[in-house]
């Protein structure tokens, strides 16, 4: 098996050895490079932000007030944004998508304190919580900040309880369970690894199962081809994704019979096959991603070699580019430290030899151990109203004391109802849910508490 020991790295990083099945790799000529150097310029130019809200709960009553810490970052590095220096944040009613206040704070460093008075007249409903600047703006609401806040009705106090003290359950928080997924509106998708279905070519096929309001849910189901033979069997965890091994047959067509939540059974086609193509598989392996390519010619053609380009960045970082010949049907498989890459959203694209996307591929770069904080009370108990004192004590991976701005939520209040919330922090929104469309569903979940459950599933996600 031959092996390359010198493929171009960009940004700065060490030259990789790159080992290659069946092929090699070769640097990368101004193809790849003028596309990583077209994306750090549209970076450097446009110097998009990014904005996050820490809250001081997850769900709130009609008439309470909102507590809240604003950051404002660059949205490549990370680092607090010094361009804007205002701030709007909105709370969006549900449905009409009316908004019902509106506040305008004024950046410091990127930073910003605020509270939010909710109108007491307010209905019971998810209500929006968005953040953006003007500069936002000129890409459009996907660059805002968006959060789901729940809000409800207190409880009147003529409703508190007969015999009680109307002032002392006054406003006092509505009882409620939180509602379960329902089956009712579910849509069941599918999505081929690298972007399409090769026939002939084994791959991964994802599989994401969401109900009326984008929940996760949990089914099962069978992958039958169009002579209802079974080819593969799936079930999706509670968050509703999950993946499965297909290779599709020339000419064949595929449908899935899924059974949702309460035993209703629902079948649902799978996109068309592809008589040629390329497929982009990336997998983690111990500290490295392994990248495999792969093509099939068109029936009828002769077989020849074909220009083959790798690159990959993360949020325009240019990290990685290289290039060779895809020989008629070879496999191309490259191993690439994942210590080259900055924490986030990588993205994988293969061109062929007219620089034409082919497959992309995304892959999740865990980012290294944080801060570690403890907090000491000054006392060891406190009566009612008595001033509590935090000693918060902040050191690096390594042990030392190092400087850091921080914010923390405090609330004795418990036992509103959570549903149609998340779990955003600063962390995932930076890393996760700011660099992927559409909504995550509990993205603190990947991040809590990292396993290979939640690599796994986040690799799903992907």
């Not at 171009?8 to 090699?24: E, F, H, I, T, Y």
């Not at 890459?341 to 591929?361: S, Y």
């Not at 979940?445 to 992907?462: C, G, K, Q, V």
Request: hydrophobic share 40%; net charge positive.
């Amino acid at each position: 098996m031959p092996v390359i020991t010198r493929v171009r790295c960009l940004s700065g990083a060490a030259l990789l050895g790159l080992g290659v099945l069946n092929a090699g790799f070769r640097p990368a000529d101004s193809g790849p490079l003028q596309l990583l150097e077209k994306l750090d310029a549209f970076y450097r130019q446009t110097f998009p932000e990014k904005s996050y809200l820490h809250l001081d709960q997850a769900a709130y009553t009609s008439g309470e007030t909102v507590w809240l810490k604003a950051y404002v970052v660059d949205a490549r590095l990370h680092q607090p944004d010094t361009l804007s220096k205002v701030l709007y944040v909105d709370v969006v009613a549900p449905g009409t998508r009316r908004v019902v206040l509106r506040r305008t704070l004024a950046l410091r460093q990127g930073l910003a304190h605020a509270d939010l008075a909710l109108p007491d007249t307010l209905a019971s409903g998810i209500y929006t919580l968005r953040a953006y600047t003007s500069w936002m703006r000129n890409t459009g609401e996907q660059a805002f900040f968006s959060r789901r806040v729940p809000v409800w009705q207190a409880v009147p106090p003529a409703a508190a309880g007969s015999g009680s003290d109307p002032g002392r359950n006054a406003g006092r928080r509505a009882p409620a369970r939180e509602a379960a997924p329902t089956a009712a509106g579910a849509d069941v998708q599918f999505f081929p690894e690298g972007g399409a279905y090769v026939a002939g070519l084994e791959t991964v096929v994802g599989v994401k199962a969401a109900d009326a309001s984008g929940l996760g849910l949990a089914v099962r189901g069978t992958v039958l081809d169009d002579q209802n033979q079974e080819v593969a069997q799936f079930q999706t965890p509670a968050l509703g994704m999950s993946a499965f091994p297909l290779t599709p047959a020339p000419g064949r067509r595929y449908r899935a019979r899924v059974t949702l939540p309460g035993g209703t059974t629902r079948e649902v086609a799978l996109p068309a096959v592809q008589a040629s193509g390329w497929l982009l598989n990336v997998r983690e392996v111990g500290p490295n991603f392994l990248v495999m390519v792969r093509r099939q010619a068109a029936p009828g053609t002769p077989p020849a070699p074909e220009p083959l380009q790798l690159v990959a960045h993360v949020r325009g970082v240019p990290v990685y580019a290289g290039q060779g010949q895809m020989e008629p049907g070879k496999t191309f498989s490259a191993t690439v430290p994942r210590s080259k890459f900055p924490a986030g959203v990588a993205h994988f694209t293969v061109f062929d030899g007219q620089q034409v996307a082919q497959a992309e591929r995304l892959a999740f770069v865990a980012p290294p151990p944080g801060l570690r904080l403890s907090l000491r009370p000054d006392k060891a108990s406190y009566g009612p109203r008595q001033l509590v004192t935090l000693n918060l004590e902040v050191r690096d991976e390594a042990g030392q004391p190092t400087a850091a701005n921080l914010s923390v939520a405090v609330t004795s209040q418990a036992g509103l109802p959570t549903t149609g919330t998340d779990s955003n922090t600063l962390l995932s929104h930076l890393l996760l849910t700011s660099e992927v469309k559409g909504y995550v569903q509990d993205p603190g979940y990947y991040f809590r508490a990292p396993s290979y459950e939640t690599t796994r599933a986040l690799d799903h996600l992907l």
